[in-house]
């Protein structure tokens, strides 16, 4: 498998929302992996809710091998060096206990339980992850300026 790692176009967004409970809103932008020889979607982290410091994520992961071929790195390589956030949260469901054993592996906390939120009986469990205790980033970066001087 060939796979690559790339920003999310529109074309991908078909793929992405048959796993991925987001909306497509004005400020959503993602990172997808993609078979190259085949075009099909292996993972992707879709980014909304932005603000000064933080962007909300969904992630799903179709086939595990990414991890391998450092998706999750890049993915908070981007969030916490190239955008220049301190956090990112989200909101799992919690009977999708595979999610939440996945977010707690790469380093999310919980931060609180809303309850029913997501359905009767189906609580939204809150994650944060802060940029200083993000183990797959290099602290080293400075924030990478996107405006031009």
Not at 71 to 84: Q, R
Request: glycine letters at 4%; charged letters at 20%.
């Amino acid at each position: 498998m060939n796979v690559v790692i790339r920003a999310m176009d529109p074309m991908d967004w078909p793929a992405v929302s048959e796993h991925v409970h987001a909306l497509l809103v004005q400020d959503t932008t993602g990172i997808v992996a993609v078979d190259a020889d085949t075009g099909d979607l292996l993972a992707a982290a879709v980014f909304d809710n932005w603000t000064a410091t933080s962007v909300q994520i969904h992630v799903t992961i179709v086939n595990k091998w990414v991890i391998k071929e450092k998706f999750i790195e890049k993915v908070f390589d981007y969030v916490f060096n190239t955008a220049g956030k301190l956090m990112i949260y989200g909101l799992t469901p919690s009977n999708n206990e595979a999610s939440l054993k996945f977010n707690k592996h790469v380093g999310f906390e919980e931060v609180m339980v809303m309850t029913d939120a997501y359905d009767v009986g189906i609580d939204y469990i809150v994650t944060v992850l802060h940029r200083d205790n993000c183990k797959w980033i290099d602290h080293g970066k400075e924030k990478r300026s996107s405006s031009s001087t």
